[in-house]
């Protein structure tokens, strides 16, 4: 196991230190992550989307947004990239005519297939400081954190 680093003392102490704490800890797993998806030409943006359309089937480009918490202009270049490398299509939606579904193509599902393998060895390097139980427990508190902010 890595030995971990102290946190820099500009950081502060007690709950104030929270948001530059998540903060850093998003740079270092999107950097880390990016560069290990470099090899299949996407993004963690793309895996995002990838992932929601496995996950829950065709969607419409608003619930898109709503899932990935991206905005709208984000989200068309997204899907745009998607659709230029042959991983996902637009269709009309079959529950509203004015909409468009977005959903993966058979290369779209090899790619989030290979994505998905490469996301877990990430998340291992990125915890293989920590004993297996604080990995556990990390997850575990980041997953009510995410939680109540949408109570």
Not at 45 to 68: C, E, K
Not at 86 to 104: C, I, K, N, Q, T
Not at 118 to 131: H, N
Request: hydrophobic share 40%; aromatic share 4%; net charge negative.
């Amino acid at each position: 196991m890595n030995a971990p680093e102290s946190p820099s003392p500009a950081l502060g102490t007690g709950p104030a230190r929270i948001g530059p704490l998540l903060r850093l800890a998003q740079r270092r797993a999107a950097r880390t992550f990016t560069e290990a998806l470099r090899p299949l030409g996407i993004e963690g943006r793309h895996y995002g989307v990838l992932l929601n359309l496995a996950t829950h089937g065709p969607l419409s480009q608003r619930q898109l947004i709503d899932l990935t918490g991206s905005d709208k202009s984000a989200m068309v270049r997204t899907v745009d990239d998607l659709e230029a490398r042959g991983l996902a299509v637009r269709r009309p939606s079959p529950a509203d005519r004015r909409a468009y579904a977005v959903e993966m193509t058979d290369e779209g599902r090899a790619s989030f297939a290979d994505a998905s393998r490469i996301s877990g060895e990430v998340g291992a390097r990125l915890l293989d400081c920590m004993e297996e139980d604080d990995q556990e427990l990390l997850c575990a508190l980041l997953e009510r954190f995410v939680t109540a902010a949408g109570a």
